[in-house]
């Protein structure tokens, strides 16, 4: 399915980050950042 922006609109998919630590601790999703990146589907 091919989706096309409105206007001055972009689509984005966001980029997930890490579940777990360096040390092995599994974050849950209530303590996670949103995430600041993603990737450009169409613009």
Same mark, same amino acid.
Request: hydrophobic fraction near 35%; proline fraction near 7%.
């Given at each position: 399915m091919? &989706? #096309?922006? !409105?206007h @001055? $609109?972009? !689509? !984005? #998919? $966001? /980029?997930?980050? +890490?579940? $777990? *630590? %360096?040390?092995? /601790?599994? /974050?849950? @999703? *209530?303590? %996670? +950042? %949103?995430?600041?990146?993603?990737?450009? !589907?169409? &613009?």
């Amino acid at each position: 399915m091919a &989706f #096309r922006p !409105l206007h @001055d $609109r972009v !689509l !984005l #998919r $966001r /980029i997930k980050g +890490e579940e $777990r *630590t %360096k040390g092995g /601790i599994i /974050i849950p @999703d *209530t303590a %996670k +950042e %949103k995430p600041q990146e993603g990737e450009v !589907l169409a &613009f």
